[in-house]
């Protein structure tokens, strides 16, 4: 399915840094410095892919969903939307252009329990984007979201029902109905099963694989089980402190990691199986994650590299280069290397 | 190894406006002394209140445990009064658990939280208690202990605050260690140096360890025998390497099934249609039945019980997977008809 697919891009994003003020002072609010959640960032999402980003918490991956999606406004760099009517930089377009843009730009949220609100019921939150884009009237609506609700696996009688009637699990299918309404062509999903249990995660996995076959849809998708990454995802790349340090295919990724980063990610995921798991070498890293509101000189990762090397790794950011054809990795040990 | 813990028919139900729910439903395991077992469940299958019920930390009212016993060392703690209990638990069964944040009182140094358990049940004084807390803090790993006991939880991050918590719960040398999803706030990476930590220390003092988790990979690694809870019920019991091998019961197969693999390029995951029951209405056959792909008529009258299929392995189920066909392909919908 994803390995004959042609090399189209549908999101082009260029130096994306999206910067949090940090702030001194009650009257005077002096500028003191900055939370880098997203750093620098150059990436592509070709079209009907999944693009996997995955991260420990607070590595900027959410951050980065919500600056494509405009959602806060970047400090920098480009988000180019690439569709019919030709390129479009998100980062540039506002009001009315923008909320054009949005029907084909949609997000599918972490938490069921808190991106659903409990006063609506299923009908009204899933035809809110229709009313707001006005789009039909009343009966077509209403045909389309029972359409909807047939479509991601819910009974289209439960439409008069309120939020808290469901479970997690069909709540997050009500949060991916409303996302589909519009019919978009990109996906930013944030989390969307890590809040669900294990039995009821597979099955939204699987809704979220069936509708990319069945709408062609590019997902990006956000996630900090690298198992579940792996598993949804035609390339991933891998986010530490607002930075990305390696992107690839998925398979390449677990079979060649190059970023020590990812080395030591990929051994401390635990595989459910006893008998691999005596025989696996764990990676284990010293220490935590350092502030994003005060990294280290050089590399974000030098503090806790078991890789490090002294005099080079801690003066300068190592560049994000592509070592190997599609293989791109910020790393001095790949340093002129050249694909 | 002896045997350390037994837990007979142990039942905790709570009763509520909308009925009683029955939260751990007639459950039996034991443990011997240095093992490692680990209670693999989804939310609401009874997991934490079974474990929480052996110390009989469950609120009541509305909890009560009504029915079974517990024997620790060869007493039963169900018996005991407040005080007996109170002896037992936090020094002979120390506990640690899933969020560091919650369970960390956030006005107190986290060395004075270490140090009441030591003046408590080992009747150290200030300074002695001060000595240790400094000792297992450096045992749990975090550097400059000295330092750090006169700090407040929040000047501490997520993985260090659960090193505080696995020193706490280590402090009077437990028999048994209680951990309650204690990774499952955490990041991968400081996941595995918690597992590793533990693991470490279990062979260093010798306890054994109940590990409680919703994660089959994280006690894939760690445990010697997997019980599976589904509904406050046992479904499945067995060694670790046996239950991953050859799970008997359809949703331990289900829940195997239906985990994406790092090391796996997986087709379509199998899932496990359906929600769990009601706790308040449980079905009056086997809680399962509803999901179940294997299921036959007598599954729904007659609540199945665990029977040892080889030795050390349990199951409750009326069929065996490996030898019955699936009599459903999707459960689900015929549910919905």
Known sequence: MAKEKEKDVLLHVENLKMYFPITKGIIFQKHVGDVKAADDLTFDIYRGETLGLVGESGCGKSTTGRAILQLYTPTAGKVIFRDADGDRDLAQT???????????????????????????????????????????????????????????????????????????????????????????????????????????????????????????????????????????????????????????????????????YTEALLSAVPIPDPAIEKKRQRIILEGDVPSPANPPQGCNFSTRCPKFIEGKCDTKDPAFQEVQPGHWVACYLYEGVHK | MGRLLEVNNLQTQFFTQDGVVQAVNDISFYLDEGE????????????????????????????????????????????????????????????????????????LTIGRQIMEALELHMGMDKTQSRKRTVELLEKV???????????????????????????????????????????????????????????????????????????????????????????????????????????????????????????????KLESIEGLPPDLVDLPKGCPFYARCKYRIPKCDKQRPKLDEISPGHYVACHIDINKDSITTEHPWEEDKE
Request: contains cysteine; charged residues 20%; negative net charge.
């Open chain 2, 141 to 267: 790993g975090i550097s400059g202990a000295a330092d750090q006991v006169d700090r407040y939880p929040h000047q501490f991050s997520g993985g260090m605050r659960q090193r505080v918590m696995i020193a706490m719960g280590l402090s009077c040398n437990p028999q048994l260690l209680i951990a309650d999803e204690p990774t499952t706030a955490l990041d991968v990476t400081i996941q595995a140096q918690i597992v590793e930590l533990v693991q470490k220390l279990q062979e260093d003092l010798g306890m054994a360890v109940i590990w409680i988790t919703h994660d089959l990979g994280v006690v894939a690694g760690i445990a010697d025998r997997i019980i599976v809870m589904y509904a406050g019920q046992t479904m499945e019991e067995a060694p670790v390497r046996e239950l991953f091998a050859k799970s008997r019961h359809p949703y331990t197969h289900g829940l195997i099934a239906s985990l994406p693999r790092l090391d796996q390029r997986s087709g």
């Open chain 1, 94 to 260: 506002s009001g009315e252009t923008l909320r054009r843009l949005r029907r084909q730009i949609q997000m599918i949220f972490q938490d069921p329990y808190a991106s659903l609100n409990p006063r609506m019921t299923v009908g009204s939150i899933v035809s809110e984007p229709l009313e707001v884009h006005n789009i039909d009237n009343s009966a077509k609506r209403l045909k389309r979201v029972r359409e909807l609700l047939n479509i991601v696996g819910l009974n289209p009688y439960f439409i008069n029902r309120y939020p808290h009637e469901f479970s997690g699990g069909q709540r997050q299918r009500i949060g991916i109905a409303r996302a589909l309404a519009l019919n978009p062509d990109f996906i930013v999903c944030d989390e969307p099963i890590s809040a669900l249990d294990v039995s009821i995660q597979a099955q939204v996995i699987n809704l979220l694989e069936d509708l990319q076959d069945k709408f062609g849809l590019t997902y990006l998708f956000i996630a900090h089980d690298l198992s579940v990454v792996r598993h949804i995802s035609d390339r991933i790349a891998v986010m530490y402190l607002g930075k990305i340090v390696e992107l690839t295919e998925s398979d390449e990724l677990y079979a060649n990691p190059l970023h020590p």
């Open chain 2, 36 to 107: 490692t077992l680990g209670i693999v469940g989804e939310s609401g299958s009874g997991k934490s209140v079974g474990v929480m019920s052996l110390i009989r930390l469950i609120p009541i009212p509305p909890g009560k445990i009504v029915g079974g016993e517990v024997i620790f060392d060869g007493q039963n703690l169900v018996k005991m009064t407040d005080n007996e209990i109170r002896s037992v638990r936090g020094n002979r069964i120390g506990m640690i658990f899933q969020d560091p944040m919650t369970s960390l009182n956030p006005v």
